[in-house]
């Protein structure tokens, strides 16, 4: 059974960050790209940043260029998500995913999600 499972979410203040988690069982995703997403309330899910399966290449909405980073670990199978400088905007519900290609593609696995919120 495939799974990914987020950690790292919390409430911090306006201006602090923090680091998301994914950590994938059931099968390794190292040859597949994987991304994050959110959704906040009352707004459809969003994309937010995704990664090529190397690492090398990286693409964020421009929502978050430059104050998020997307990294990842292949060999413990696990996809981060660095965030900093957070803005209340960023409160949100935030979920991993990973395509089964080697470039982006629709997500075929997802995550239950973490819970981000951001205080003013």
């Known amino acids: 059974q495939v799974q990914l499972v987020e950690s790292g979410g919390g409430l911090v203040q306006a201006g602090g960050s923090l680091r998301l988690s994914c950590a994938a069982s059931?099968?390794?995703?190292?040859?597949?790209?994987m991304g994050w997403f959110r959704q906040a309330p009352g707004k459809e899910r969003e994309f937010v940043a995704r990664i090529s399966w190397s690492g090398v290449r990286t693409y964020y909405a421009d929502s978050v260029k430059g104050r998020f980073t997307i990294s990842r670990d292949n060999a413990k199978n696990t996809l981060y998500l660095q965030m900093n400088s957070l803005e209340p905007e960023d409160t949100a519900v935030y979920y991993c995913?990973?395509?089964?290609?080697?470039?982006?593609?629709?997500?075929?696995?997802w995550g239950q999600g973490t819970q981000v919120t951001v205080s003013s």
């Open positions: 995913a990973a395509t089964t290609t080697t470039g982006w593609g629709l997500p075929r696995y």
């Open positions: 059931g099968r390794t995703f190292s040859n597949n790209a």
